[in-house]
């Protein structure tokens, strides 16, 4: 049975109000400082809500923090990094529905619905849409587990840039390799060879709740010339197994070809190599049955 | 009766087990906060010192916050203590930098309104003046780039005159469709996105 998780309810105090009362009397009439006020509190309990599922916010840049932007369109945007912007609409207690003016019909990944307390000192997390509509009623909205999972698929689909990592610049998520394996599992691939090498690992989850596994996925990058990398993909049981659970698949793709590996018996780790060159683009899976993560990269 | 304490370590261990956001990390991160939040194991630092309404506003402050640092700090949690003892120990700072965002706030005459008082706590409609700094701005257009604009196939609907409709005259979309017969859809996102792209000239000369 899938669980839903309701999401908490957020406690709107000072700062929040503080900042509804600051962009709402920049208006230039009641009814616009009235939407202007309501609208901050319902980005400000989105920004906090994303904050706390560790996603990167950046409010300030949002249309919605530019007293004249808010002047002119009935905005409550908020920008979140690497993913795209959403729309946070608020919601008055006892509505049924969700209104969604056409101001913000254009370049939003989601809506989501936010209800306010009468004395507006609390905030919850209705549900989200993908498609706007003038009123969306909040029967039809998607649940808020299903919003996380979306943003979370939105930013898998943004490349991991390798050429970064050459600059030691790695983006959230990808450890060290020592951080990541145990020591006994760097031994074979990582140690015997002595050129040099710029390796990270991202742990991923297949599969959920009980049925799930656990594995290390790592891209190791070695350049003998500018222009083109030596890449090696592997993926590595984690969590103290010595094997992979059997059948696991590894794939790399990039436009035209696919390679797979798939682990056996007794497979400590199971690997891909190959070189690509500056500015190519290749995607990563990792499989097991039903479950499937992605990842993409540019070179 | 659930062991409360239990269950709050188990989640906490479980959302350190998986990476961040991860769809197991972020349920185990939700249902942490949801049980902390209805928990009657929470501290009330500094209760007794201030009056009962303040008191409320500036506990839900420290709680938010607490909440946000429990969900990010996830990791720097250790089992040695139980997980209240991290909780009341992290509101209690929280509380006491409340504190101090409360005193910075007062200043600015900071109220928290309800959905009956915002009503009467609105600004007032704006001198013509002022209201007419931004239609002036429209139609002198100085640098002539809200003339140059309008929708494909529609030249009569060009930015300026379809902003003027919107921003000064504060047409609804409804009042301009039927105006133009052009889709409701097709204005907003010509409006919306122009005035993304002129940002830039709408601060120039509007800056307040």
């Known amino acids: ?299 | 009766m659930e062991d409360v304490p239990q269950l709050l370590l188990e989640l906490t261990l479980e959302a350190q087990r998986h990476p961040p956001r991860s769809p197991n990390r972020q349920r185990a991160l939700n249902k942490l906060v949801n049980q902390i939040l209805k928990s009657n194991l929470l501290g009330h630092p500094q209760k007794g010192q201030w009056p009962p309404d303040t008191y409320e506003d500036l506990y839900r402050e420290a709680l938010q916050k607490t909440c946000l640092e429990i969900c990010q700090k996830i990791e720097h949690y250790k089992p040695e203590h139980p997980v209240m003892a991290w909780v009341n120990f992290t509101l209690k700072n929280r509380f006491i930098e409340a504190v101090k965002d409360f005193y910075e706030i007062q200043n600015k005459k900071v109220l928290i309104l309800s959905l009956a008082a915002l009503d009467k706590h609105l600004p007032p409609e704006d001198s013509p003046s002022k209201a007419n700094l931004l239609r002036q701005f429209l139609e002198e257009d100085p640098e002539d780039i809200f003339k140059s604009e309008h929708i494909k196939g529609h030249p009569e609907a060009t930015f300026q005159v379809l902003a003027i409709a919107k921003f000064v005259e504060d047409k609804t979309w409804e009042q301009i469709y039927q105006e133009f017969g052009i889709s409701i859809a097709t204005l907003s996102s010509f409006v919306a996105r122009r005035s993304q792209k002129f940002k830039p000239y709408f601060h120039k000369y509007l800056q307040e």
Request: aromatic share 8%; proline share 5%; net charge negative.
């Open chain 1, 1 to 299: 049975m899938p669980t839903k998780t309701l999401p908490f309810t957020i406690p709107l105090s000072f700062e929040a109000h503080s900042l509804a009362q600051q962009y709402s009397q920049k208006q230039s009439n009641p009814q616009k400082a009235k939407q202007v006020y309501l609208n901050t509190l319902a980005v400000y309990a989105v920004d906090f809500y994303l904050r706390c599922m560790e996603f990167e916010t950046d409010w300030l840049a949002s249309d919605s923090r530019d007293p004249l932007m808010l002047k002119l369109l009935d905005i409550a945007d908020l920008d979140v990094k690497q993913i795209g912007k959403i729309e946070c609409r608020p919601v008055l207690p006892n509505a049924q529905s969700c209104g969604i003016p056409p101001d913000v019909w254009e370049d939003r990944i989601g809506y989501v619905a936010v209800e306010l307390s009468e004395s507006l000192t609390a905030a919850t997390l209705l549900g989200f849409t993908k498609t706007p509509a003038t009123e969306i009623s909040l029967e039809n909205l998607q649940s808020v587990d299903d919003f996380l999972v979306y943003l979370n698929r939105l930013q898998q689909q943004q490349p991991v840039v390798l050429r970064n990592w050459l600059e030691e610049i790695f983006a959230e998520g990808w450890q060290a390799i020592e951080e990541l394996l145990h020591p006994e599992q760097l031994e074979p691939a990582f140690r015997s060879r002595g050129i040099t090498y710029i390796g990270r690992g991202q742990q991923i989850d297949l599969g959920m709740q009980r049925a799930e596994k656990s594995v290390a996925l790592v891209v190791t990058l070695h350049s003998e010339e500018e222009s083109e990398l030596e890449i090696k993909v592997q993926v590595y049981p984690l969590g103290g197994e010595t094997y992979l659970p059997q059948g696991l698949k590894l794939i790399v793709m990039d436009e035209s070809k696919e390679a797979v590996a798939e682990s056996r018996d007794c497979d400590n780790f199971i690997q891909l190599e190959f070189s690509a060159e500056l500015g190519e683009e290749f995607s990563v899976a990792v499989v097991l049955g039903e479950a499937k993560v992605t990842q993409h990269f540019r070179l």
